[in-house]
């Protein structure tokens, strides 16, 4: 297991941040060699860290050295690279388009999706739990809209909640080089059943008002659907509501056995484990 963390510079930022809104000591220091992550670094209050590194204004770089590890270890060739042009473009007409409540996707995270899709390039997506569809936008978001820059085989959503499926629809029905997004509002556990593979990227945001995942069960429903090399992200990975269910999860995508490797993103309060078969 390997675990990324923003840049320095984007730590100092969002610390000095903490500082200005009264929320740390003015001399307080955070200690980039302690072990145990970020979360036990600056004081008690780290979900306020959390909070600004997610909306860092230096997303750009976060994400170019989130890019730059997995380079390093070689699950992208050297030179994958996303569009940021094409990714300011389609971030402009997803805020003005899409309409829904509130989610946990934070402003670092919607551009960590679209790299990793961007530079994948999967030909079949499909997440579980998509919701009103933003999640699903980010995702998808290299293959769909004005500024698509290719086109995939198929994109799938799926989500128990019919009305917020129909909700997803409407929404993508706003965009334009959506033909291959089906939207399903079904449980995950009947529509995997039908959904045929080989599925090259997997995102799991399933899960009910208790924060209860299904991630488990429907990563195991779908294991032979996914060949060699594929992709797998989990979201909410980090987050201290869902430690204690995520638990078997991350113990199953962390062995070896199952995945070759399993990366955490510990880039926001949220958090997203990317595991590849
Ligand atoms: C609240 S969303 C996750 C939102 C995400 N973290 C965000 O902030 O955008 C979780 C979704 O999982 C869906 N869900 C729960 N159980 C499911 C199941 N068995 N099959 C498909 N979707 C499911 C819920 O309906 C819900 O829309």
Not at 51 to 73: F, N, P, T
Not at 136 to 148: E, K, T
């Amino acid at each position: 297991m390997r675990v990324f963390h923003p840049p320095v510079t984007a730590i100092e930022l969002a610390v000095d941040k903490l500082k200005q809104d009264g929320l740390v000591h003015p001399e307080a220091r955070f200690n980039h060699d302690a072990e145990h992550g970020l979360r036990r670094e600056v004081t008690y209050r780290d979900g306020d860290l959390q909070y600004r590194l997610g909306h860092s204004s230096k997303a750009v770089e976060i994400v170019d050295a989130a890019l730059k590890m997995l380079v390093s270890l070689e699950f992208v060739p050297s030179k994958a690279s996303y569009d940021k042009t094409a990714f300011t473009g389609f971030h402009a007409e997803i805020k003005e388009t899409f309409k829904g409540p509130w989610t946990s996707i934070t402003p670092v995270m919607e551009r960590l999706l679209y790299m990793l899709t961007a530079v994948k390039r999967p030909k079949r997506l499909v997440e579980l739990g998509s919701f009103w569809g933003n999640t699903l936008a980010w995702f998808a978001g290299p293959c769909i809209g004005r500024v698509r820059k290719f086109a995939p085989e198929k994109i799938y959503g799926i989500d128990i909640d019919v009305e917020m499926t129909e909700l997803a629809r409407r929404n993508f029905a706003k965009l334009e080089n959506c033909e291959s997004v089906e939207l399903i509002g079904e449980d995950a556990a009947t529509a995997l059943e039908r959904i045929e593979g080989p599925i090259d990227f997997l995102y799991l945001e399933a899960k009910d008002e208790n924060n209860n995942s299904g991630y488990l069960e429907f990563l195991k429903q779908s294991y032979n659907k996914l060949p060699r090399g594929a992709w797998v992200i989990a979201h909410d990975t980090t987050h201290w509501a869902h430690q204690a269910d995520l638990v078997g999860y991350l113990a199953w995508v962390r062995d070896s056995h199952n995945f070759s490797e399993s990366v955490s993103f510990d880039i926001d309060q949220f958090g997203l484990e990317l595991s590849i078969k």
